[in-house]
């Protein structure tokens, strides 16, 4: 019996490693939609549109694809697109077995070697359309008024952007990661215990600032913000011990 050129695709993409570009869509996606941006059953963009939003070539966004298939992540319909088949309900565990073993001082270690240092990058490299983005998302945060978790999806894709904006793929990969970590149990149960609605209008305001200092290419303020931030995610987790 001979194989479908779609399973003999799946079957050679489980025996190869895809590169650095392939992986930071893979990476890029599988976040967004372990995170509910996508929903189960929903239809992902279109090739063309990801590869826009992006910034890399619809053979690259389609070789992703491939790959999500394969992790039974997405599933490809001929003339109809891509659809969402994980279910963050069906299981607790991070995408990553590091994510899922990395306790939250070592997360806020990590952060703060990163996010300094990404924002810094960002700013030199996003272009305006990127910024205009981040904004959109930022106008998504300003709208949450109680839902803790639904500002924290927000925050970790605002986040997720910045790295996005810094137009190197290794380091949207390793934050990738980073985001991964964060969204494990302990950080969620955190926040419904302190994210007070008027904690959420703090962050709000907080944000507000970092993304005018993005826009302004303000490094020393952004980066400044940054460092307050994870000062304030570190007070989180002090009161929870």
């Known amino acids: 019996m001979t194989n479908s050129p779609k399973a003999s695709t799946l079957t050679g993409l489980a025996h190869s490693l895809p590169g650095a570009t392939v992986r930071y869509v893979i990476d890029t996606l599988s976040t967004r939609i372990a995170a509910q941006e996508f929903a189960l059953d929903e239809r992902l963009p279109s090739e063309r549109q990801l590869s826009q939003d992006l910034g890399v070539a ?54 703060g070697i990163f996010e300094p240092e990404m924002v810094r990058l960002a700013i030199i490299s996003m272009s305006p359309k990127q910024i205009d983005a981040l904004s959109e998302v930022l106008s998504q945060m300003e709208a949450v008024q109680a839902d803790a978790l639904a500002f924290v999806r927000l925050e970790e894709e605002f986040h ?61 303020e952004a980066t400044e913000f940054m460092k307050l931030s994870l000062i304030e995610d570190q007070k989180l987790l002090l009161q929870d011990e």
């Open 58 to 111: 619809r053979n690259t966004v389609r070789e992703a694809l491939d790959h999500l298939e394969l992790r039974g992540m997405i599933r490809r319909r001929a003339g109809s697109g891509s659809f969402v088949t994980f279910n963050p309900g069906g299981s607790s565990q991070a995408l990553s077995t590091v994510a899922a073993e990395t306790g939250p001082l070592h997360l806020q270690a990590v952060r």
């Open 160 to 220: 997720r952007m910045i790295a996005v904006g810094t137009g190197n793929p290794l380091l949207v990969a390793c934050y990738n990661l980073v985001i991964d970590a964060r969204r494990q149990a302990f950080r969620a149960a955190m926040y419904r215990r302190h994210l007070t609605p008027a904690r959420i209008a703090t962050y709000q305001r907080g944000y507000n600032g970092l993304f005018n200092a993005i826009a302004a290419r303000d490094i020393e």
